[in-house]
């Protein structure tokens, strides 16, 4: 059975997350070793494969650094499901919210997307050429069967031939785009997968969420889906018709046997603010409800545990999971022994410099200066940064980062905006134009508002 890890060596996994990460080696090595081990877990032998466990790594660091997108490049990468949940979200047993167990089953409902889309690439072709007849019986139905005549009659003259030909030649101008705008009437089914209910098992500590959830997709089941004809142009009628004869191909029980395999062997959760969670001094107030409980709850997941979900059990022994805080006001020793426990590896991320800064505009594959200059060529605007532009606007993010809270490099889209304001505001006017954006340019949308740090903090 296709697990969906893919063999990357550390080296290489180091490389990938180069082309979007600028810096922070020590985390990057640290996720690559781990992505690296679910590899070599499967080729020791079967009975050692069970005892070997993830190991869970804690990401240490400011807001803004890349703990994020590490893991979320990661993912990616491996080919892996992926969730970012907020520990700050989940509440202990027994509170009304959200309960742990819920990051599984979401978990679980992305393998499962992740797989049909997989699914249903691979029938593509089959399924285009499905929706292209059931088109052309749109347009030229095909000739009834003729009846057999007794003997001795005659049978009319029937030139069979010129249907086909009809039919090719509109599968022809199909192919083209020539029919794209013509309307026809179609009947779209019920999804395939769907009709049959499939309830998930509430337990005691589920929140009102997940409970009224479970209860519309329920009923929704139990609800036969009347089938409406509706009158489509054909460009549409022909995504439509595709996408349900894709459908049909797809063997949905096969794709949730894969989609919870490739969770138990391949998953990963990221869990992000896991520093609100931590168990603080005497004194210390906040917006969560037993945090110590929260870490209680989690811990069993972290360990390894069967979860229900509407798909069936669903272990988590193998899952990999990535805890992130900026741990301003705590401390990872504040976390209880035993989670501790869970999360062996440590890495600390780096505040961000001027020189990263730089690299981060003009390096990564989606740096912001591609993103920014693919936004206005869409006006016909051709942005163009001089050297000194761009060592101005990383100068300029790192001070204000210094003067008030450090956002890392979520700076670097405020300072971007409020540079290119005036030329986003004005380009459909503009159109055609090139804009020159040098140091002095970039000082003189910037230099009032830092120097006014009141005010800075409310625009930067």
């Known amino acids: 059975m296709d697990n969906g890890i893919k063999n990357f060596t550390p080296r290489e996994i180091v490389s990938e997350l180069d082309k979007y990460i600028i810096g922070q080696a020590d985390a990057k090595r640290a996720v690559a070793v781990a992505l690296r081990n679910r590899w070599r877990r499967l080729q020791v032998p079967d009975n050692l494969k069970d005892e070997i466990a993830p190991k869970n790594i804690i990401m240490i660091g400011p807001t803004g650094v890349g703990k994020t997108e590490i893991a979320r490049r990661l993912s990616k990468l491996a080919n892996a499901p992926f969730i970012k949940v907020e520990a700050s979200k989940f509440t202990e047993v027994g509170y009304v919210g959200k309960d742990v167990e819920s990051m599984v089953r979401e978990l679980v409902d992305i393998s499962v997307a992740m797989i049909r889309e997989e699914e249903t690439s691979r029938v593509q072709v089959k399924a285009e050429e499905m929706a292209e007849e059931r088109l052309l019986d749109l347009l030229v139905p095909r000739q009834p069967r003729k009846p057999k005549y007794p003997v001795g009659m005659a049978e009319p003259q029937v030139e069979p031939e010129s249907t086909d030909v009809t039919r090719e030649k509109l599968r022809q101008m199909l192919r083209e785009g020539k029919l794209n705008d013509r309307a026809v009437d179609i009947e779209p089914a019920a999804p395939k997968g769907f009709g049959m209910p499939m309830i998930e098992v509430v337990s005691a500590g589920s929140s009102m969420e997940d409970i009224s959830k479970n209860i519309r997709e329920m009923f929704s089941n139990f609800m036969p889906r009347g089938r409406k004809r509706k009158r489509v142009k054909i460009r549409e009628a022909y995504e439509l018709l595709k996408t349900e004869e894709a459908q049909k191909l797809i063997d949905m029980d096969e794709v949730i046997k894969k989609a919870i395999i490739r ?168 159109s055609g134009q090139e804009f020159l954006i040098d140091a002095d340019y970039v000082k003189k949308s910037l230099e009032s508002v830092i120097k006014n740090q009141d005010l800075s903090r409310y625009i930067l």
């Open 263 to 430: 969770v138990e062997q391949n998953g990963i959760i990221f869990i992000d603010e896991i520093d609100k969670i931590a168990s603080r001094e005497r004194g210390g107030h906040g917006p969560d409800v037993s945090r110590e409980g929260v870490q209680r709850d989690i811990l069993p997941i972290v360990e390894g545990c069967s979860v229900s979900t509407k798909y069936g059990m669903v272990k988590t022994d193998h899952v990999l999971f990535i805890a992130a805080g900026a741990f301003h006001v705590s401390k990872p020793s504040d976390l209880i022994p035993e989670l501790q426990g869970r999360f062996p590896i440590r890495v600390e991320l780096n505040s961000l410099t001027k020189d990263d800064f730089l690299r981060i505009i003009t390096e990564p594959a989606n740096s912001l200066l591609k993103q920014y200059t693919a936004l206005l060529k869409t006006e016909k605007i051709d942005l163009i940064f001089k050297k000194g532009a761009l060592e101005a606007i990383a100068g300029y993010a790192a001070l204000a980062n210094e003067q008030m809270e450090n956002i890392g490099a979520r700076r670097l889209h405020t300072i971007m905006e409020r540079i290119l304001d005036e030329i986003s505001f004005c380009a459909p006017e503009r």
